[in-house]
């Protein structure tokens, strides 16, 4: 697929911000806390070489949730000094989306549960075969991509999933 011109996300954000809330469910873009704050998104995910969380509440609000991705103990410790609403943590698996990545693993996971009391959610190659075993503590997320967009019926892939760490967190 072709990149989105900002005004073309934009829209998409407008639609999926619609489609959220009718399904009571939270809107998180990635990466641009502008286009959050316009759509009016409840969080923005941002990486390691993106904006801190501190400019990321300038741009998109003070009442915007907002995450930070981690791949080490070192960008565990740096994330958790910029007071994030949650740390995410990965990849926990080789990722499609993420091919250049080293995988971290269960381990790291553990680590991040052991340095904060911040929630975390475990990223990077998650499927429903594979995610048993990662719930590591409460609050605890998963975040997914590519096994339900890729998927033939991504409703029931995202369905899979969340069965598996529901089952896992009991």
């Known amino acids: 697929e072709k990149s989105l011109n900002d005004r073309e996300l934009l ?24 286009i959050a704050r316009l759509c009016g998104a409840d969080g923005v995910h941002v990486g390691q070489t993106d904006l801190s969380v501190a400019d990321v509440r300038r741009i998109a609000g ?6 930070k991705s981690t791949h080490s103990a070192g960008e565990i410790s740096a994330a958790i000094d910029e007071t994030p609403d949650y740390i995410a943590v990965g990849p926990m698996f080789a990722s499609a ?3 250049e990545v080293q995988v971290a693993g269960a381990r790291l996971l553990a680590e991040a549960a052991g340095l904060s009391d911040l929630p975390i959610v475990a990223i ?5 075969s594979n995610v048993s075993g990662l719930v590591c503590r409460s609050p605890f997320a998963v975040a997914v991509s590519h096994a339900v967009i890729s998927a ?15 089952r896992d967190a009991k």
Do not use: Y
């Open 62 to 67: 003070p009442t915007v949730l907002v995450g």
């Open 124 to 128: 990077g190659g998650i499927t429903a």
């Open 97 to 99: 989306t993420k091919p």
């Open 11 to 34: 829209a998409r954000a407008v639609r999926l911000r619609a489609i959220t809330q009718a399904a009571g469910a939270l809107l998180f873009v990635n990466d641009r806390p502008d």
């Open 152 to 166: 033939s019926d991504a409703a029931t892939a995202a369905r899979e999933i969340r069965g598996a760490v529901t």
